[in-house]
C-alpha cells in the first residue's frame, strides 16, 4: 500500500501566470535556501566526512516530490512506494535501506532524512537531505565491509520510519539506532544537522509562499520545471542520435579475488525522449561491489552531465524526467535482489560518469570526454590510542579528472561538484597519523591535447596501533583516453612498514594492521586525456615539466624533448614527432590501453597483485 498523504486542507492549489521577475526571485531564493542547508549542517556536524568533506545531498521539492533544487535527484518517489502508512503535519521520516526505497539512496551508511513541509493545512513543498554516517556497526569499522556477501553484514537498515511524528521526537527509536554504532556521538549529531538543515528550507518555503502566496509559489515551481523540460527537450533532439551508441567498462575487481564486472549500455532516441538500456550488464555480484541504481537518479546524473557539457547555464531539476527512459535488468549490478550487498558500491556509482561521458560523446566526438569520474576512493583507520579512547576516521580520496573538450583536467579533484577534501591540518589534530606528503602524481595524467588530470598520493603516517581499510578500483583497468589521448595512471597502495619490508595492497581490503611507525602511500588514478598528444603547444609540456606536473621522461609521451631546466629543444622535438607519428597507428576515438584478456595478461608485471579470476555472480531470485 503507497503512503497515504493526511491534510485537514484540501483546498487544491491553482496555477497562474506568474510574473518572470517574481519567478526570478523564487528561482533565486530556492537556490540560497539549498545553500543554506549546507551551511547549517557544515557547522553542526561532528564527522569529518560531512563537516568537512562535505558528503551530503540536499534538495527541495514541489508537492508532487519533483526535484527544483538540489544535486541527486529526487529521493521523494522512491520512499512514497516503500513506505505505507500515513504522512501527516509535523512529521520527519528517516531511512537508510536502498531496497525499501528503490535505490533513492544505494548503501546504508547514507542516512536520507525527509520532511513534507506543510503551510495552512496542506503540502506545499519538501526538503531532504542524506549524508554518509561515519559508521553504522556492522563486521568493520565504517561499516564498508569488502567481503560481505549480504546487507545485514554491513550495519544497521533502517526502513522507512518516523523520527518525529506530529512533531514529537520518538526518542526510543532514536535510542534503538544510534545503539547499533560505533561512534554514536557522532551519528546523533550528524542527524540533528540534517533534520535541521531540511527544517531551515522548510521555513524558507514559508516566507517566499507567505510573500508571494501559495499559488503563485506552487505555479513557480511548476514553471520551473517547464523551463527545464523545454530545454532539456531541444538538447535531446540536437545532441542524442536516432542511431543506438554502445558502451561498456568494467569494475576491476569484488574486494573477494574476482573480476572484472562489465557495466553495458546502449543509448538511441525515439523522437523527444531518450531510452537507456543496462542489457548486457552483469549478473550481479557475489560482493558487495553491487550499485543499486535507481532510474531517476540515473536521469539527473544524465541530465547534468548534458547541462554542464552542452548549456551550463540551465538550471537543472526534474522537470525533464518524461524525456528518459531507464531500462535496468532485474538481478544485474545494478539492480541487485535483496539481500545483495551494497557497501562498496561506490566503484559502480563512480564509473557509470565514465559510462554516461562514453555514451554520450560519440554522438558529438568534439564533445567527448575522456574518462577519470572513475571511482572515489576510500581510506579507513580506527583503533584505540594510548589513552584507550576510541578514533575512526573516514576520509574520501580524489583521483585525476578527464580531460575535456575545453581543456586539461583538473589534478586530484573530487568526482562530485562540491566536495572537498580533509585538511591535512585537520587530520593530524583529530586523529593519531601525520601527513608525510601530499603531492600530484606526475605523469599520472593522460597525455592528450588537453592532458588528464594527475592523480593524488597522500604518505599516512601511523602515530598508534590500529587498522586500516582500503576501497578503490581502476588498478586493473585504465581510465581511458579520446579522440587519440592515452589513457591516465592507475591506482596503487604500498605500505610500507617501520621494519623496512614493503606490501602493496589490493585495492580493497579491510583489517589490514598497522604498526606506529608504519606509512601507506595512497596514490590515486589520473584522467585520460583527450586529442592527439602530438598537438599540444610545447610551451605547455615545458611549462607542466617546470610545475611538477609531468617529467622530462613524459614529456617525450607528447613528443616533447624537455631538459631538467624545462627548456623545450625545438629541433629535437621536431624530429622526435615526426618519428612517433610516423611509427603509430591510426588514432582512435577510445584508447582503453588494452582489451581486458590482455590487462588481465600484464596484470603481476605491471601491478604487482595477481590477476583477479572470473567474476562470481550472486544468486538471482526466480
Not at 38 to 43: G, I, K, P
Not at 179 to 205: E, F, K, Y
Not at 358 to 370: E, M, N, T, V
Request: charged share 25%.
Amino acid at each position: 500500500m503507497p503512503a497515504r498523504l493526511v491534510e485537514s486542507n484540501t483546498t487544491p492549489l491553482n496555477t497562474v501566470a506568474v510574473d518572470p521577475i517574481n519567478l526570478d526571485i523564487i528561482e533565486n531564493a530556492l537556490r540560497n535556501a539549498r545553500f543554506e542547508m549546507d551551511a547549517v549542517l557544515f557547522r553542526t556536524a561532528m564527522s569529518p566526512g560531512i563537516r568537512e568533506q562535505h558528503d551530503e545531498f540536499p534538495m527541495i521539492a514541489n508537492r508532487d516530490g519533483k526535484m527544483v533544487v538540489g544535486q541527486f535527484g529526487s529521493f521523494i518517489h522512491g520512499f512514497q512506494r516503500g513506505y505505507d502508512g500515513d504522512i501527516e503535519e509535523g512529521d520527519v521520516f528517516l531511512t537508510s535501506d536502498p531496497y525499501s526505497c528503490a535505490g533513492a539512496i544505494s548503501h546504508a551508511n547514507d542516512w536520507l532524512v525527509l520532511m513534507p513541509i506543510f503551510r495552512e493545512g496542506r503540502v506545499l513543498a519538501w526538503a531532504a537531505m542524506f549524508g554518509h554516517m561515519t559508521d553504522i556497526g556492522g563486521k568493520v569499522p565504517g561499516s564498508l565491509p569488502t567481503d560481505a556477501r549480504q546487507i545485514y553484514e554491513e550495519g544497521i537498515i533502517i526502513p522507512p520510519v518516523k523520527i518525529v511524528k506530529k512533531g514529537e521526537i520518538q526518542t526510543e527509536m532514536l535510542r534503538l539506532i544510534f545503539r547499533n554504532c560505533r561512534l554514536p556521538h557522532w551519528n546523533q549529531s550528524d542527524l540533528n544537522a540534517i533534520v535541521a538543515a531540511c527544517r531551515t528550507a522548510g521555513r524558507r518555503v514559508g516566507e517566499l509562499a507567505e510573500r508571494f502566496g501559495d499559488d503563485v509559489f506552487h505555479s513557480a515551481l511548476g514553471e520551473l520545471l517547464e523551463r527545464n523540460h523545454r530545454a532539456m527537450k531541444q538538447l535531446i533532439r540536437d545532441t542524442i542520435p536516432e542511431t543506438p551508441q554502445s558502451f561498456e567498462d568494467y569494475i576491476c575487481d569484488d574486494g573477494i579475488g574476482a573480476g572484472p564486472y562489465k557495466i553495458a549500455c546502449k543509448m538511441w532516441r525515439e523522437g523527444d525522449r531518450v531510452i537507456f538500456d543496462f542489457e548486457g550488464t552483469d549478473p550481479q555480484s557475489e560482493g558487495s561491489i553491487n550499485f543499486y541504481l535507481n532510474e531517476e537518479m540515473f536521469k539527473m546524473f544524465c541530465g547534468v552531465f548534458m547541462i554542464m557539457v552542452f548549456d551550463p547555464q540551465i538550471m537543472f531539476n526534474d522537470g525533464f524526467y518524461d524525456l528518459m527512459e531507464v531500462r535496468i535488468p532485474q538481478g544485474s549490478l545494478l539492480k541487485p535482489d535483496a539481500p545483495a550487498a551494497l557497501s562498496c558500491r561506490t566503484h559502480a556509482l563512480g564509473r557509470i560518469f565514465d559510462v554516461i561521458s562514453g555514451l554520450l560523446g560519440q554522438g558529438s566526438p568534439d564533445f567527448l570526454c575522456a574518462a577519470g569520474f572513475s571511482d572515489s576512493p576510500h581510506f579507513m583507520y580506527s583503533g584505540n590510542d594510548r589513552t584507550g579512547q576510541w578514533y575512526q576516521l573516514y576520509q574520501i580520496g580524489f583521483g585525476g579528472i578527464p580531460g575535456r573538450p575545453v581543456g586539461d583536467g583538473p589534478d586530484g579533484h573530487s568526482l562530485w561538484p562540491s566536495f572537498t577534501n580533509v585538511p591535512n591540518e585537520f587530520l593530524e589534530s583529530y586523529f593519531p597519523l601525520r601527513i608525510d606528503a601530499y603531492e600530484t602524481i606526475a605523469d599520472s595524467g593522460g597525455p592528450g591535447l588537453h592532458r588528464g588530470g594527475n592523480g593524488i598520493r597522500i604518505v599516512y603516517h601511523f602515530l598508534e596501533p590500529g587498522e586500516v581499510s582500503i576501497h578503490d578500483d581502476r588498478w586493473l583497468t585504465y581510465p581511458w583516453g579520446v579522440n587519440g589521448g592515452h589513457p591516465g595512471g592507475r591506482s596503487r597502495k604500498v605500505m610500507h612498514r617501520v621494519d623496512g619490508s614493503q606490501e602493496i595492497l589490493p585495492s580493497k581490503c579491510d583489517h589490514v594492521p598497522v604498526a606506529e611507525g608504519d606509512r601507506l602511500f595512497f596514490e590515486t588514478w589520473g584522467g585520460g586525456g583527450w586529442g592527439d598528444p602530438l598537438q599540444r603547444d610545447p610551451a605547455l609540456v615545458a611549462q607542466d615539466v617546470a610545475r611538477g606536473l609531468v617529467t622530462p621522461r613524459g614529456a617525450a609521451r607528447y613528443g616533447v624533448v624537455v631538459s631538467d631546466e624545462a627548456v623545450v629543444d625545438q629541433d629535437a622535438t621536431q624530429r622526435l614527432r615526426a618519428e612517433i607519428a610516423k611509427k603509430r597507428e591510426d588514432l582512435q576515438v577510445f584508447d582503453f590501453g588494452g582489451t581486458i584478456s590482455e590487462l588481465k595478461a600484464r596484470c603481476q608485471d605491471e601491478t604487482g597483485l595477481p590477476a583477479p579470476a572470473e567474476p562470481r555472480f550472486g544468486a538471482r531470485r526466480a
